[in-house]
């Protein structure tokens, strides 16, 4: 495929949602690529699905076109072969779009495949970012819940597995930890997978400030697995943390996940912080503590805590893929963690501590994976 002049530095990209605010893990991922893109001199085609957020006018200052389509989340979509998380994003409009040109397109998730096999598109370089091994995570969401939301969870879970090979459609597959490399790799091997690390807001690591003597964990405190790494943490680590103080903070908390944090002395709540409320209280943190019992894709939230944070205490389950154990201390267990608590709270993260931080970071340079995202387009365009 030979694209026209004026298309060779045109790329379509297909999101999700709509990536402003670039709060949470998927979407920041999707955001500062975008950002990264334009960074690097394409003109930007963004197609977003449009649920619980409004238009954004910020993304006209990094995209050149800004096309939203409704996702069709009926009772129905629940009804549908495909997974749902594909089938409430299926819009014949993408597709008209999509068509406008020939410039390559960059599906984001699984989620947004609907039209990744269409006969229309099979002379277009597409390109497939996961940001999980979908059908796992889900899998893990099943074992965490009951009811009818376990029952859909397992069902979208299976779903899933059977349309990933919908990726056999694609020209490359990228990748966004090591692990998940590897097993797209050895469940794909003719097609084209890269490892393109997560993008984020950070430039370098923050410098050296003063840190208060206070414990952190921050996420989404609507989604399972945050809940039951704070539910954790409330019953078996803060008891053994006798007179240190903990905040627990995040969008949305449940109201059973309120009153277990009312009930437990030292143990503070702050609901829907701010972004810059948040960067402050992970800058400012002994240490921001952070685990997870769902060893999928990467935690966005994990590079905020390493960029702008001090001490940073994790379990293995939060590395698996990611080349960050030398940045972080990790612990698996309750005492452990304690102990690491401890240890953090006498020992300054200092300038020798930030710079060994610097190195195993720089894996995570958005200039450097968008030039290498960018050298890996252009090789596919000169394939097809």
Avoid at 83 to 90: F, G, H, K, L, N
Avoid at 183 to 206: C, E, N, R
Avoid at 228 to 249: D, K, M, R
Wanted: net charge positive; glycine share 4%; with cysteine.
């Amino acid at each position: 495929m030979n694209l026209p002049s004026s298309s060779r530095q045109r790329i379509h990209v297909v999101s999700l949602q709509v990536p402003f605010p670039p709060d949470y893990g998927g979407v920041i991922d999707i955001y500062y690529k975008l950002k990264a893109l334009k960074d690097a001199g394409y003109e930007i085609w963004l197609h977003t699905f449009q649920y619980r957020r409004d238009q954004a006018e910020e993304l006209k200052e990094i995209t050149a076109k800004v096309f939203y389509y409704p996702r069709h989340r009926s009772a129905i979509q629940q009804l549908s072969l495909f997974p749902y998380i594909v089938s409430s994003r299926r819009s014949t409009k993408l597709l008209d779009d999509l068509l406008l040109d020939d410039a390559p397109i960059l599906f984001e998730g699984l989620h947004c495949c609907a039209f990744l096999s269409d006969k229309r598109l099979q002379n277009r370089l597409k390109l497939v970012r996961m940001h999980n091994i979908e059908h796992e995570y889900y899998k893990g969401l099943s074992n965490k819940t009951s009811g009818w939301k376990k029952l859909y969870y397992k069902l979208e879970s299976l779903k899933l597995k059977k349309y990933e090979k919908i990726l056999l459609h694609a020209d490359a597959i990228l990748a966004i930890t090591e692990n998940d490399r590897y097993y797209f790799s050895s469940k794909y091997p003719q097609i084209p997978i890269m490892l393109l690390p997560a993008f984020h807001a950070h430039t370098t690591v923050a410098p050296i400030g003063s840190k208060e003597n206070y414990i952190l964990y921050h996420g989404n405190l609507s989604v399972e697995e945050n809940i039951e790494a704070a539910e954790y943490l409330l019953q078996y680590v803060v008891p053994l943390t006798h007179g240190i103080s903990w905040i627990f903070t995040g969008k949305n908390p449940s109201k059973k996940l309120m009153r277990q944090i009312e009930q437990i002395p030292d143990t503070q709540l702050i609901a829907n912080p701010s972004e810059r409320q948040m960067n402050e209280l992970v800058k400012k943190a002994a240490a921001n503590i952070l685990i997870t019992f769902q060893p999928t894709g990467l935690k966005l939230k994990l590079l905020n805590a390493l960029f702008c944070g001090g001490h940073c205490i994790v379990n293995h389950q939060m590395l698996v893929g990611t080349g960050l154990d030398n940045a972080c201390t990790i612990a698996d267990t309750p005492q452990n963690m304690a102990y690491s608590i401890e240890t953090a709270l006498n020992e300054p993260f200092d300038q020798s501590k930030r710079a060994e931080r610097i190195q195993v970071l720089e894996q995570y340079n958005n200039e450097k994976n968008i030039h290498i995202l960018s050298l890996f387009i252009e090789k596919q365009i000169n394939k097809k």
